[in-house]
C-alpha cells in the first residue's frame, strides 16, 4: 500500500499557482481572497491560519474578516458587500455559522464568479448541471489527487461514504463527470461495509475515527481519506483505520492526504477568479 502524499501535491500545485501569480502581479493585478470568519472556534481559527500563511507564500493576498458574534444579516451584508467590491477577487465563509444560517444561506450572496470554496447553491447547480463551477475545495482536492495519482476514473466503482453539501455530493457530482460508477452512502446505509467493499475509489468523509476498517476496503483500491477528527492529544486522525488499508493500492494519510491539497485548491481557485475578472476588465 503506498501512502500517497498530499503535501508534495499540494507543493507542486502552489509552485503553478505562484507562477500565475507573479505573471498577474506583473500586470498589476493582485490576487486578492477574503475570508469570513463568523466563529471562534479554535479548529476554524488554525484552518484560517493555514490558508493566510498558504496564500502569502504563493502571493496572494488574504483578508480575514472576523465577525465573531455578528447577527445574520450583517453577515450576509458583509457577503455580498464583498461581492461587488472590486479589489476582491475570492471569497470563502467559514462554518461554524450562527443558529438559523446555513452555509447554503449565506453562500448565496457570494457573487459565483468570487466563490471559489463553491458555498452558493448555485456553483452546486452549476455543476450538476455539467456547466464550469467553482466546487467545494475538498471535493475539487479529491479529484486533483485522484488525476495526479493517475487513478483510473472511467468505468471505475467509486464509494463515497458522506452526502454533506459541501463535500459528499458536490464529489459524487465530480466523480460522475469523469465517468465513474458512483454510490453515496450515508449513516442510513444499509450493509455499509459490503457496499464500501465494492469500490475501486473510496472516499470516507464522515468525520467518525477508524470508522473505515479492513472489510470496507476491495483489495487494490484507492481509499481517499477525507475525515479530519481530533485527538485528545491534539493530534488529527482520519475516518480510515490505516492498519486496515495494508491491501489497498493507496491511502491519503491524516494529517497529510487531502487537508494540504484543499488549502492549494482554494488559492489556484482565487488566481482563477482573478484571471478571468481580468479578462474580462
Ligand atoms: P457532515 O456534514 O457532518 O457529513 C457527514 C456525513 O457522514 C453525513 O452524510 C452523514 O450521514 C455521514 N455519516 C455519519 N455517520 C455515519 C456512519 N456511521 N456511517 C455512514 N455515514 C455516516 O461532515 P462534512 O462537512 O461532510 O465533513 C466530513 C469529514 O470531513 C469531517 O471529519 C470533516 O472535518 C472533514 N473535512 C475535511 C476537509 C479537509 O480539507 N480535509 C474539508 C471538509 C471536511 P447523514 O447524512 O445520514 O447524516
Known amino acids: 500500500m503506498r ?94 455559522l450562527p443558529p438559523g444560517l446555513s452555509l447554503a444561506a449565506a453562500g448565496a450572496f457570494i457573487d459565483p464568479a468570487k466563490d471559489v470554496d463553491g458555498a452558493n447553491p448555485l456553483s452546486l447547480g452549476r455543476l450538476a448541471a455539467g456547466l464550469d463551477a467553482y466546487a467545494p475545495a475538498t471535493a475539487a482536492a479529491v479529484m486533483e489527487i485522484l488525476r495526479r495519482e493517475n487513478v483510473p476514473m472511467r468505468g471505475a466503482r467509486a464509494v463515497v461514504i458522506g452526502r454533506s453539501t459541501v463535500v459528499g455530493k458536490p464529489l459524487a457530482l465530480l466523480l460522475i463527470a469523469a465517468d465513474a460508477t458512483v454510490t453515496v452512502c450515508h449513516s442510513r446505509t444499509v450493509d455499509l461495509p459490503a457496499v464500501a467493499a465494492t469500490a475501486d475509489i473510496l472516499v470516507a468523509a464522515v468525520g467518525r475515527p477508524a470508522l473505515v476498517t479492513a472489510n470496507y476496503i476491495k483489495p487494490g483500491a484507492i481509499v481517499v481519506d477525507v475525515g479530519t477528527n481530533p485527538t485528545a492529544d491534539g493530534g488529527l486522525v482520519g475516518d480510515v483505520d490505516p492498519a486496515g488499508a495494508a491491501n489497498a493500492a493507496g491511502l491519503t494519510p491524516v494529517p497529510g492526504g487531502v487537508g494540504p491539497v484543499t488549502t492549494a485548491m482554494l488559492l489556484r481557485a482565487t488566481v482563477t477568479a482573478t484571471a478571468l475578472r481580468s479578462s474580462t476588465d
Request: with cysteine.
Open 3 to 96: 501512502t500517497i502524499d498530499g503535501r508534495a501535491h499540494a507543493a507542486a500545485i502552489n509552485m503553478a499557482v505562484t507562477s500565475d501569480v507573479e505573471r498577474l502581479r506583473g500586470q498589476g493585478i493582485t490576487p486578492r481572497l477574503a475570508v469570513v470568519v463568523p466563529t471562534d472556534d479554535e479548529a476554524t481559527a488554525w484552518y484560517v491560519r493555514n490558508i493566510g500563511r498558504a496564500a502569502k507564500r504563493v502571493g496572494i493576498d488574504c483578508v480575514v474578516e472576523t465577525m465573531v458574534g455578528a447577527d445574520i444579516a450583517s453577515i450576509k451584508r458583509r457577503l455580498a458587500a464583498l461581492s461587488i467590491d472590486l479589489d476582491v477577487h475570492g471569497i470563502i465563509c467559514q462554518t461554524p
